[in-house]
Nanobody
């Protein structure tokens, strides 16, 4: 089970840090990803991090502005979001996948999902 938190309302150019805490001690067995869904749009990939945290990957739209990290000791993942833009407004979801790294940009390959946290960026 995953619990996401940290969303809120921020002005354009501002920052937020999302957290995702797992209840399972096997957290380090999973690739962790962040996805987002804006109203009327499909859920899209934002970022992912490998099981040991050594590998990261970002959607082009957030590259250079967002940073994903994790602490397997704390069973928690993070998404630091800087220089936020109005088009970043969405519900953000964390998720965990047992698939191989190459398959983890695909939402359908994530078995466990957090409940979502709203991020709203005003212009």
């Amino acid at each position: 089970q995953l619990q996401a938190s940290g969303g809120g309302l921020v002005q354009s150019g501002g920052s937020l840090r999302l957290s995702c805490t797992a209840s399972e001690r096997t957290f380090n067995n999973y690739v962790m990803g962040w996805f987002r869904q804006a109203p009327g749009k499909e859920r899209e990939f934002v970022a992912r991090i490998s099981r040991n945290g050594a590998g990261t990957d970002y959607a082009d739209s957030v590259k250079g502005r967002f940073a994903i990290s994790r602490s397997n000791l704390k069973m928690t993942g993070y998404l630091q979001m800087n220089n936020l833009k109005p088009e970043d407004t969405a519900v953000y979801f964390c998720a965990a996948s047992s698939f191989v790294w190459s398959a983890t940009r695909d939402t359908s390959n994530y078995r466990y999902w957090g409940q979502g946290t709203q991020v709203t960026v005003s212009s």
